[in-house]
């Protein structure tokens, strides 16, 4: 029987609540002051824009490296430096190489990695900041409301589905059991940030892939309290070598902050043949190297989060515009995979959006082709002079380290264009090699332990990362078909899930002596890297009952 639902109509729906989304919203709120100041018609109200966000609350699932380009901030608030949680401008920089146990400074940092005149920030600070900037200007924010499903029409969208609240895990409904709301809206704006569950919905369905897949990284990072004089507040330091091997592109950071707080960090691209790598033991094994050691030896642990990374860049980009809506940030291909920075793409791909809506608004048209002002305004802003130069950059380090910094060259000396343009790669789960030989089921009592100082165990940074769901509700984390699971997988790539996830979500045990998948849905730290590096494709992550998941104080 169907679900009745109370149907809530707007002007405009963003969904996601990150700095894209809330740019969008600061930005449209302040283009209908401006209009209705003006006297101009239509009226436009501040209160029949929406934003949905599925934490708990404002900046709860942002985690980020956290180096700021304050371009587009700039833009936005013209005076952010007056009130914005900075936590410290950059006052030094480095790149090191590492082996095992020595490090080599770079005597030159290359020019991607200069960061003189950009900020340490935690960005969920830095979004519960905009957030209220967004509610003062009277634009209503619902935080634990996560969009579940599109609500299509023709050939465009025309709002969404929120989530029942106070379902078992059987999918019946509880004494507390809510039903969604339907929310209509003229305009949505998917913000959801990598590999967003609507979005990806979204372009399956209206076939609006870009020219390569978009293709992924993950980031695991830890917030550590140091000892007084072991980093200088303010100094960056980003790391290529050791403990990755060459066939891996990836690297690691360490970011001085303020009161002797360091960010460190490791980001893996999602491309790699070995189906039994884990990125997470890849990271602790980091903290091991003598030069990370003495910054954090007699330190504390305090925060821990992973998210995926959107590395395809401008070729990747899915179609960005349609009937009905738009989509911007990282869900959109936005970010700059050789700075390794989103943050100002996110935000000045939010104003564009805000622009865009404004005009769709005043002229009473959202069809596509009014919308699709927004790929313009892309094309002639700075984000795409920043993307442009380098649309091929990462699908140059598809095979590797050295094979990346060859082509990477002839992509400087030729503007981006290289030996090809564009340089077409697969999608990172297709990189897995078969196993030469089936493997038995990993004995989970024998994976990477940690020393419980200085480096940990999955389960242990879970708890650092705040994690918490309602555990009686339906799985998050959905297999379409758990035979493969328990018997291809087990044969041809010895179940990668147990090691890619970083949050020890998935295992493999006996059940009467037969493999079977177990799901700890409620470990899970919302990076879907097991949506994106099934070599199956058959894992789909959909969004928990709203509130549930990390809780990124500080990252």
Same mark, same amino acid.
């Given at each position: 029987?169907?679900?009745?639902?109370?149907?809530?109509?707007?002007?405009?729906?963003?969904?996601?609540?990150?700095?894209?989304?809330?740019?969008?919203?600061?930005?449209l709120?302040?283009?209908?002051?401006?209009?209705?100041?003006?006297?101009?018609?239509?009226?436009?109200?501040?209160?029949?824009?929406?934003?949905?966000?599925?934490a708990?609350?404002?900046?709860?699932?942002?985690?980020?490296?956290?180096?700021?380009?304050?371009?587009?901030?700039?833009?936005?608030?013209?005076?952010?430096?007056?009130?914005?949680?900075l936590?410290?401008?950059?006052?030094?920089?480095?790149?090191?190489?590492?082996?095992?146990?020595?490090?080599?400074?770079?005597?030159?940092?290359?020019?991607?990695?200069?960061?003189?005149?950009?900020?340490?920030?935690? $960005?969920?600070?830095?979004?519960?900041?905009?957030?209220?900037?967004?509610?003062?200007?009277?634009?209503?924010?619902?935080?634990?409301?996560?969009?579940?499903?599109?609500?299509?029409?023709?050939?465009?969208?025309?709002?969404?589905?929120?989530?029942?609240?106070?379902?078992?895990?059987?999918?019946?409904?509880?004494?507390?059991?809510?039903?969604?709301?339907?929310?209509?809206?003229?305009?949505?704006?998917?913000?959801?940030?990598?590999?967003?569950?609507?979005?990806?919905?979204?372009?399956?369905?209206?076939?609006?892939?870009?020219?390569?897949?978009?293709?992924?990284?993950?980031?695991?990072?830890?917030?550590?309290?140091?000892q007084?004089?072991?980093?200088?507040?303010?100094?960056?330091?980003?790391?290529?070598?050791?403990?990755?091997?060459s066939?891996?592109?990836?690297?690691g950071?360490a970011?001085?902050?303020?009161?002797?707080?360091?960010?460190?960090?490791?980001?893996?691209?999602?491309?790699?043949?070995?189906?039994?790598?884990?990125?997470?033991?890849?990271?602790?094994?980091?903290k091991?190297?003598?030069?990370?050691?003495?910054?954090l030896?007699?330190?504390?642990?305090?925060?821990?989060?992973?998210?995926?990374?959107?590395?395809?860049?401008?070729?990747s980009?899915?179609?960005?515009?349609?009937?009905?809506?738009?989509?911007?940030?990282?869900?959109?291909?936005?970010?700059?995979?050789?700075?390794?920075?989103?943050?100002?793409?996110?935000?000045?791909?939010?104003? $564009?959006?805000a622009?865009?809506?404004?005009?769709?608004?005043?002229?009473?048209?959202?069809?596509?082709?009014?919308?699709?002002?927004?790929?313009?305004?892309?094309?002639s802003?700075?984000?795409?002079?920043?993307?442009?130069?380098?649309?091929?950059?990462?699908?140059?380090?598809?095979?590797?380290?050295?094979?990346?910094?060859?082509?990477?060259?002839?992509?400087?000396?030729?503007?981006?264009?290289? $030996?090809?343009?564009?340089?077409?790669?697969?999608?990172?789960?297709?990189?897995?090699?078969?196993?030469?030989?089936?493997?038995?089921?990993?004995?989970?009592?024998?994976?990477?332990?940690?020393?419980?100082?200085?480096?940990?165990?999955?389960?242990?940074?879970?708890?650092?990362?705040?994690?918490?769901?309602?555990?009686?509700?339906?799985?998050?984390?959905?297999?379409?078909?758990?035979?493969?699971?328990?018997?291809?997988?087990?044969?041809?790539?010895?179940?990668?899930?147990?090691?890619?996830?970083?949050?020890?979500?998935?295992?493999?045990? $006996?059940?009467?002596?037969?493999?079977?998948?177990?799901?700890n849905?409620?470990?899970?730290?919302?990076?879907?890297?097991?949506?994106?590096?099934?070599?199956?494709?058959?894992?789909?992550?959909?969004?928990?009952?709203?509130g549930?998941?990390?809780?990124?104080?500080?990252?």
């Amino acid at each position: 029987m169907p679900v009745e639902r109370e149907t809530l109509e707007a002007d405009v729906l963003i969904v996601g609540a990150g700095p894209a989304g809330l740019a969008c919203a600061l930005h449209l709120s302040r283009l209908i002051e401006q209009h209705n100041a003006a006297g101009h018609t239509p009226r436009l109200s501040p209160e029949n824009v929406y934003v949905l966000e599925k934490a708990r609350e404002l900046g709860a699932h942002q985690l980020s490296g956290a180096i700021m380009d304050p371009r587009a901030l700039r833009e936005l608030v013209p005076d952010f430096e007056k009130s914005a949680p900075l936590d410290t401008p950059v006052t030094g920089d480095a790149v090191y190489f590492l082996t095992q146990n020595r490090q080599w400074k770079l005597p030159i940092t290359p020019p991607p990695f200069k960061n003189y005149g950009n900020y340490v920030v935690s $960005l969920n600070r830095l979004v519960k900041w905009l957030g209220g900037l967004v509610e003062k200007a009277g634009i209503n924010i619902f935080t634990q409301f996560a969009g579940v499903s599109l609500i299509y029409e023709g050939h465009g969208i025309a709002g969404v589905i929120t989530e029942d609240k106070g379902v078992d895990k059987n999918g019946k409904p509880k004494d507390n059991f809510t039903p969604g709301y339907e929310l209509r809206s003229k305009i949505t704006v998917l913000a959801e940030g990598p590999r967003g569950s609507l979005t990806k919905d979204l372009v399956n369905h209206f076939h609006l892939e870009g020219v390569n897949p978009q293709i992924y990284g993950i980031g695991i990072k830890e917030l550590w309290d140091v000892q007084p004089g072991r980093i200088e507040t303010g100094f960056v330091a980003h790391t290529a070598g050791w403990p990755l091997d060459s066939h891996k592109y990836g690297g690691g950071w360490a970011y001085g902050m303020r009161d002797n707080r360091v960010s460190l960090g490791m980001v893996i691209s999602l491309e790699y043949a070995d189906s039994l790598f884990d990125p997470h033991e890849a990271f602790q094994r980091f903290k091991t190297h003598p030069w990370v050691r003495r910054i954090l030896e007699g330190g504390k642990l305090v925060r821990y989060g992973a998210k995926t990374v959107p590395y395809g860049g401008w070729y990747s980009r899915p179609e960005n515009n349609f009937a009905g809506g738009l989509i911007i940030g990282d869900s959109a291909s936005l970010l700059n995979s050789q700075r390794l920075k989103g943050i100002h793409t996110a935000l000045k791909s939010g104003m $564009l959006a805000a622009e865009t809506i404004y005009d769709a608004l005043v002229a009473g048209d959202t069809t596509a082709k009014a919308l699709s002002s927004y790929s313009r305004r892309l094309e002639s802003s700075w984000i795409r002079d920043e993307l442009w130069p380098i649309r091929n950059f990462h699908q140059s380090f598809h095979g590797g380290m050295w094979k990346g910094l060859f082509h990477a060259g002839l992509q400087f000396i030729s503007g981006g264009r290289g $030996l090809m343009d564009p340089m077409h790669c697969q999608p990172g789960y297709e990189d897995y090699c078969k196993l030469d030989r089936p493997r038995e089921l990993v004995d989970q009592s024998t994976r990477f332990k940690g020393d419980g100082t200085l480096t940990f165990n999955r389960l242990t940074d879970v708890y650092h990362s705040g994690t918490r769901h309602e555990e009686d509700q339906p799985c998050h984390l959905v297999v379409s078909d758990p035979a493969i699971c328990s018997d291809r997988c087990v044969r041809e790539y010895g179940n990668p899930c147990q090691y890619f996830c970083p949050a020890a979500v998935y295992e493999m045990v $006996l059940d009467k002596g037969e493999p079977r998948l177990k799901i700890n849905a409620s470990n899970c730290v919302h990076c879907k890297t097991c949506d994106i590096a099934d070599p199956y494709q058959i894992i789909t992550w959909i969004p928990p009952e709203g509130g549930g998941g990390p809780n990124y104080e500080g990252m």
